[in-house]
T-cell receptor, first 112, second 117 residues
Framework: QKEVEQDPGPLSVPEGAIVSLNCTYS??????FMWYRQYSRKGPELLMY????GNKEDGRFTAQVDKSSKYISLFIRDSQPSDSATYLC????????????FGSGTRLQVQP | GAGVSQTPSNKVTEKGKYVELRCDPI?????LYWYRQSLGQGPEFLIY????????DSGLPNDRFFAVRPEGSVSTLKIQRTERGDSAVYLC???????????????FGEGSRLTVL
């Protein structure tokens, strides 16, 4: 069993829809939780970062972490065709000195 | 440069050959990471450098894989006796030390796509 599980999709939604992306994990020691976005044939880029449990909002994006359930979510409001990409959750025990553990990514397609 | 630069962008080689992949991180970034991403998967950690030294190489799959960063800037990932299973995109990322490192923001290059025939 992988440490981080993520539904690969693809997830197809109409423009303007609310998108919910999720990951579950098994290692309760993870403290830092991130969402990266990866366009086709590009490297991942950081979208959101959260430490421990709670919510964080940045524009159309909201990240939620529920450590008791070992479950993290990313919500995208008013989705746009430019949001079409693969979304990777990532988590870490200690920032900076140890690698991130990534989920396998969810491919999102926003239809105009 | 403005971002992390990786060369070559594409490499096709034959089974058993030796391959070198180069990463030029963002200027001033002391931390450098190599990841491998197979089709339909997330990036998988290979090795992490802090300055010139490999601080964590626990992700290297076997002794055919080796990486160096002799002057604390450019890094080279070396793969000996390549196998078909080595085919993947090899991603390099860098980050600065200090407060920015706490955000988990790794800056990734576009990757080197390796195909072993």
């Amino acid at each position: 069993q992988k440490e981080v599980e993520q539904d690969p999709g693809p997830l197809s939604v109409p423009e303007g829809a609310i998108v919910s992306l999720n990951c579950t994990y098994s290692n309760s020691a993870f403290q830092y939780f991130m969402w990266y976005r990866q366009y086709s044939r590009k490297g991942p880029e950081l979208l959101m970062y959260t430490y421990s449990s709670g919510n964080k909002e940045d524009g159309r994006f909201t990240a939620q972490v529920d450590k008791s359930s070992k479950y993290i979510s990313l919500f995208i409001r008013d989705s746009q065709p430019s949001d079409s990409a693969t979304y990777l959750c990532a988590m870490s025990l200690i920032m900076g000195r140890r690698a991130l553990t990534f989920g396998s990514g969810t491919r999102l397609q926003v239809q105009p | 440069g403005a971002g992390v630069s990786q060369t070559p962008s594409n490499k096709v080689t034959e089974k058993g050959k030796y391959v070198e992949l180069r990463c030029d991180p963002i200027s001033g970034h002391t931390a450098l990471y190599w990841y491998r991403q197979s089709l339909g998967q997330g990036p998988e950690f290979l090795i992490y450098f802090q300055g010139t030294g490999a601080a964590d190489d626990s992700g290297l799959p076997n002794d055919r894989f080796f990486a160096v960063r002799p002057e604390g800037s450019v890094s080279t990932l070396k793969i000996q006796r390549t196998e078909r299973g080595d085919s993947a995109v090899y991603l390099c990322a860098s980050s600065s030390t200090g407060d920015r490192e706490r955000t988990g923001e790794l800056f990734f290059g576009e990757g080197s796509r390796l195909t072993v025939l």
